[in-house]
Structure formats: structure tokens, C-alpha cells
């Protein structure tokens, strides 16, 4: 119990910044709360304690703004976070390390007994307000964005967006985000599938570079086998300012402007 009650805490830690110390978080953190009172509501329900376990969520619903049906089965690490508004359906599945924020449903689309409710892989993240509404699964480590509404499953790896939600990027490209990394950004977005057509270019100019890297290479070593001496000098690295810098640069070009109005008043 008490290692359980720790792995919480550590996930809250690992996953909210604003997370100070463990008092803290033992103490002010709803979503957790909403996780022990329904671990405690699931076992009275797999006792078939079923009036006791519903009248135990409908309490912690009362306390913490979120509402777990009693046979929602929850793995490890599951975090909450902010919480109120949150609903998670009676036949539910969610597995480990899964985060979800405030305003999520977890929802059935029939009134017919049996599964109806979705199913959350492993790493799942879902956004505010998203909506994931049937009884399919949502693979491992896919992304759900905020105020989506998912009514069919989602590969594994994928993110989703909209109304109703369709794919808009899948696992990153591994060369991409090699040579993204070469030219000093995160390459987060830059998808074939991404719908922002500057992530589009972007994306092209990357496959564009890493295929002129791959072929010069190839030339330098086919050369040098040939008994020719080339390529033996590092490119030049790509100088990539940050928005602070630029941001400094421009605020200093205004000020010289501004002396010189003083100075001049021809200007």
C-alpha cells in the first residue's frame, strides 16, 4: 500500500512542474485523492459490495470534482492533473503511466450491457476536455489533443486532434529527428502527416538535407577509396539564434535608432 501511495507521489513529481514537495502533493492534489478513493471503491465492487462502492465514488466525486465508476480497472502511475470535470466509464480500461487533464470523458455511445467504454495503452496522454466515447482501444503512447472528440481507435504512437479526431502525426521519423537535432531544434511536429503546412516545409527541407548528408558522404568515402583525400574537414556547424537573442539585437537596434533621432532631428 505505502509503495503504491510513493509511486504515486513520484508520478505527480515526475509530471507536474508545479509540484514542490511531498506534504504538498500528499495533501493538494485532488486527482490523486480521486485515485485512492476509487481503489478503494473497486475493491468493495469486485466484493459485489455494490451499493457501498458507488455511494464510496459518488463521495470522492463530492471531494475532488472527479467521477470514476467503481469497476473502471486503473493501472500504476496514473495521473490527474487539476481533475475537476473528469468521467471514466464503468468498463474502462486504462493502463500504466497514462496522464489525463481536467474536463476528460472516458464515455460509452450505447446503453447496451458489456463493454462500452474505451480502452488506454500504456503512456497515453489526453488533453483537456478531450472526449474518447466507444469501446476501442487507444494504442500505447498516443497523444489525444485538448477538446478532441476519438470515437474510433487510435494506432499506437499516433497524436489525434479535432472533431471528429483524426491522425495528424505518428511516431517521428527517426533521420528526421536526427538532423533536426544537428540544426538545433526540437523536431516535435515535423510530420509527413502534419496538417501546419510551415511544419510541412520544414519536414521537407529536413528530408532534403539528410538525403544531400547521406549522399555526399557516400561520394567522400567512395573517393577516398579511389585514393583521393577529401572530405577531412568538419562542416561548419549552423549557427541557430535563439528568440531571446534576436529579441536583444532588435531592441538594441531601436535604441542606436532612437540616439541618432536625438542627435539629428532631420530625421
Request: net charge positive; hydrophobic share 45%; aromatic share 16%.
Given at each position: 500500500?505505502?509503495?503504491?501511495?510513493?509511486?504515486?507521489?513520484?508520478?505527480?513529481?515526475?509530471?507536474?512542474?508545479?509540484?514542490?514537495?511531498?506534504?504538498?502533493?500528499?495533501?493538494?492534489?485532488?486527482?490523486?485523492?480521486?485515485?485512492?478513493?476509487?481503489?478503494?471503491?473497486?475493491?468493495?465492487?469486485?466484493?459485489?459490495?455494490?451499493?457501498?462502492?458507488?455511494?464510496?465514488?459518488?463521495?470522492?466525486?463530492?471531494?475532488?470534482?472527479?467521477?470514476?465508476?467503481?469497476?473502471?480497472?486503473?493501472?500504476?502511475?496514473?495521473f490527474i492533473d487539476h481533475g475537476m470535470g473528469i468521467v471514466i466509464g464503468e468498463t474502462a480500461v486504462i493502463g500504466d503511466d497514462v496522464t489525463i487533464y481536467h474536463g476528460v470523458t472516458l464515455g460509452g455511445t450505447s446503453w447496451n450491457e458489456g463493454k462500452r467504454h474505451p480502452t488506454l495503452g500504456n503512456g497515453v496522454v489526453i488533453g483537456a476536455g478531450a472526449k474518447v466515447l466507444g469501446p476501442f482501444k487507444v494504442g500505447d503512447n498516443a497523444k489525444i489533443g485538448s477538446n478532441s472528440v476519438v470515437v474510433k481507435e487510435v494506432p499506437e504512437g499516433a497524436t489525434v486532434v479535432g472533431i471528429p479526431a483524426r491522425i495528424v502525426a505518428k511516431d517521428k521519423d527517426e533521420k528526421r529527428e536526427a538532423i533536426a537535432k544537428k540544426l538545433g531544434f526540437d523536431a516535435y511536429g515535423v510530420s509527413a502527416n502534419s496538417q501546419d503546412p510551415v511544419a510541412k516545409v520544414i519536414g521537407n527541407l529536413l528530408d532534403h538535407v539528410h538525403s544531400m548528408d547521406s549522399k555526399l558522404a557516400e561520394l567522400c568515402s567512395e573517393v577516398n577509396r579511389m585514393g583521393g583525400d577529401v572530405c577531412d574537414e568538419k562542416l561548419p556547424d549552423i549557427k541557430v539564434e535563439s528568440p531571446e537573442f534576436i529579441k536583444a539585437e532588435q531592441d538594441a537596434a531601436e535604441e542606436r535608432k532612437t540616439e541618432h533621432e536625438r542627435f539629428d532631428p532631420q530625421i
Open positions: 500500500m505505502f509503495e503504491r501511495l510513493k509511486e504515486d507521489i513520484n508520478a505527480v513529481f515526475h509530471r507536474d512542474p508545479a509540484a514542490r514537495n511531498f506534504f504538498e502533493v500528499l495533501t493538494n492534489y485532488p486527482g490523486m485523492h480521486a485515485i485512492w478513493w476509487h481503489r478503494l471503491s473497486h475493491y468493495l465492487y469486485k466484493k459485489d459490495f455494490k451499493w457501498l462502492a458507488r455511494t464510496v465514488s459518488n463521495l470522492a466525486r463530492l471531494l475532488t470534482g472527479v467521477e470514476i465508476h467503481p469497476g473502471a480497472q486503473i493501472g500504476r502511475r496514473f
